[in-house]
């Protein structure tokens, strides 16, 4: 597609339930990120793929925090049993994997957790 | 270890021009980038410097000095609709471009 797309924009869950995110990047990108973003902070980084492949997962909070890509293109982030804490814009970014080449991001599904 | 330190707010008025600084530690320098992100909206990429000195980019400038840690991005002709928080980024060792953000600085530019 033209852009980053990311799938639900908006999400309200019940906390102890799981959720799922979904990122389609742009076509051909190699390389996906997933961030975090809490009110008023700064992007938080959670994984990052090469492929289908996760070589850094360091940003990871906790367990209940997952992510696979297949096919080398859409990416799914997977929270289980949700706590207040995880509300916050999850975004994902992609890029060709050349160099330094910018990050081009979605617009982001914002998690609320009641 | 990276850190990234920069202002959280600043007011600016139409018309005007404004420098948001950023200053930053980091192991293994290799470049900075700045993006904008309206409310609600995905940030955007603006500019990326690599070596010291001024990149012009229309209304838009991006400063760095390596050696003092320092970067600027200024913004000439301020319209409203610049509004937004302006994010300095510098990718972590690892050669994969993971980005480590600053916590952005919000701009309000009034009449």
């Known amino acids: 597609g033209a852009g980053v797309s990311q799938s639900p924009s908006n999400k309200v869950t019940e906390k102890g339930k799981d959720v799922e995110l979904r990122c389609d990047p742009i076509s051909g990108h190699t390389a996906l990120y997933w961030y975090r973003q809490s009110l008023g902070q700064g992007l938080e980084f959670l994984i990052y793929?090469?492929?289908?492949?996760?070589?850094?997962k360091s940003g990871l909070p906790s367990d209940r925090f997952s992510a696979e890509r297949t096919g080398g293109s859409v990416s799914t982030l997977t929270i289980q049993r949700t706590q207040q804490e995880d509300s916050a814009v999850y975004l994902c970014?992609?890029?060709?994997?050349?160099?330094?080449?910018?990050?081009?991001f979605g617009n982001g599904t914002r998690l609320t957790v009641t | 270890g990276q850190n990234i330190d920069q202002p959280t707010e600043m007011t600016a008025t139409e018309g005007a021009i404004v420098q948001i600084n950023c200053t930053y530690q980091?192991?293994?320098?290799?470049?900075l980038f700045w993006y904008q992100q309206h409310a609600g909206e995905a940030p955007t990429f603006l500019s990326y410097?690599?070596?010291?000195g001024l990149e012009e980019k229309g209304r838009f400038s991006s400063f760095l000095s390596r050696s003092k840690g320092y970067s600027y991005l200024l913004l000439k002709e301020l319209q409203m609709k610049d509004s937004a928080s302006y994010l300095c980024a510098v990718p972590s060792r690892g050669g994969y471009n993971k980005l480590i953000f600053g916590a952005g600085t919000r701009l309000a530019v009034h009449p």
């Open positions: 980091t192991s293994g320098f290799n470049g």
């Open positions: 410097n690599v070596l010291d």
């Open positions: 970014a992609s890029t060709s994997g050349r160099g330094n080449s910018p990050l081009h």
């Open positions: 793929f090469q492929g289908n492949s996760a070589p850094d």
